[in-house]
């Protein structure tokens, strides 16, 4: 396994303590990574904002806003392109675990939502 105080003092290494990865990324990535969320988060603020008026052309430009959620999608990838797997760890224990995270969560709110 990975010693984390050891990783604290590299600075090219990103260490998320609530899920426990460990992301291989220098100080350019992490700061554009930053500012593409930031922009992201705007888009679809701006998104938002835009339906709640019942002008037309301003409905045109919402489509142009809904890009940040496909922003949120391509930083996702690449961030999953940049995880490290432990060596201990194999791919189908890795696929359970993922989708233990997503399918648990997704049967509870289907169980409360149609019950």
């Known amino acids: 396994m990975y010693n984390i105080n050891a990783f604290y ?3 090219y290494i990103y260490y998320i303590k609530r899920t426990g990865v460990i992301f291989i990324l220098n100080e350019l990535d992490k700061k ?14 701006c998104c938002h904002l835009v339906v709640t008026f019942n002008n037309r052309l301003l ?3 919402a489509q142009f806003f809904n ?3 496909y922003l949120f999608l ?3 990838g ?7 797997i432990s ?9 359970i675990s993922c989708g233990k995270s997503v399918l ?3 049967y509870v709110f289907m169980i409360i939502l149609f019950c």
């Open 87 to 95: 060596k201990n760890t194999t791919y189908t224990k890795w696929l």
């Open 59 to 61: 409905l045109v430009s």
């Open 9 to 11: 003092q590299l600075k």
């Open 67 to 69: 890009v940040g959620v």
């Open 104 to 106: 648990i969560p997704l």
């Open 74 to 76: 391509i930083i996702s």
């Open 78 to 84: 690449y961030l999953y392109g940049k995880k490290d």
């Open 32 to 45: 554009s990574i930053t500012y593409l969320r930031v922009f992201a988060t705007m888009l679809i603020l």
